[in-house]
Nanobody
Framework: QVQLVESGGGLVQAGDSLRLSCAASGRTFSSYVLGWFRQAPGKEREFVAAIAWTDITGYYGDFVKGRFTISRDNAKDTVYLQMHSLVPEDTAVYYC???????????WGQGTQVTVSS
């Protein structure tokens, strides 16, 4: 059974940094894209970042503007999202996801809350 377990969320102040982790298990992810999405209260879920398991190139949502970096550690089956210069608008539940492409995610984690205070 595929499991994606996020961690690293929390309450931070504007301008702070935070690193989210997503531990993947239950299958081989070598042909999968791993990604991060977020959903704020009253808003639709939006794409944050994605990376192929066998690539180092990250893809990002337009709002990221160089503040976030996605990376992965294949030995640990873990994907990270390093976030810098956080603003209150980044407040959301952040979800880890896996799929064949970043547009067709099949597996989702339970989410981790990120709250940025002003």
């Amino acid at each position: 059974q595929v499991q994606l377990v996020e961690s690293g969320g929390g309450l931070v102040q504007a301008g702070d940094s935070l690193r989210l982790s997503c531990a993947a298990s239950g299958r081989t992810f070598s042909s999968y894209v791993l990604g991060w999405f977020r959903q704020a209260p009253g808003k639709e879920r939006e794409f944050v970042a994605a990376i192929a398991w066998t690539d180092i190139t990250g893809y990002y949502g337009d709002f990221v503007k160089g503040r976030f970096t996605i990376s992965r550690d294949n030995a640990k089956d873990t994907v990270y999202l390093q976030m810098h210069s956080l603003v209150p608008e980044d407040t959301a539940v952040y979800y880890c996801a896996a799929g064949r492409t970043r547009f067709t995610m099949q597996y989702w984690g339970q989410g981790t809350q990120v709250t940025v205070s002003s």
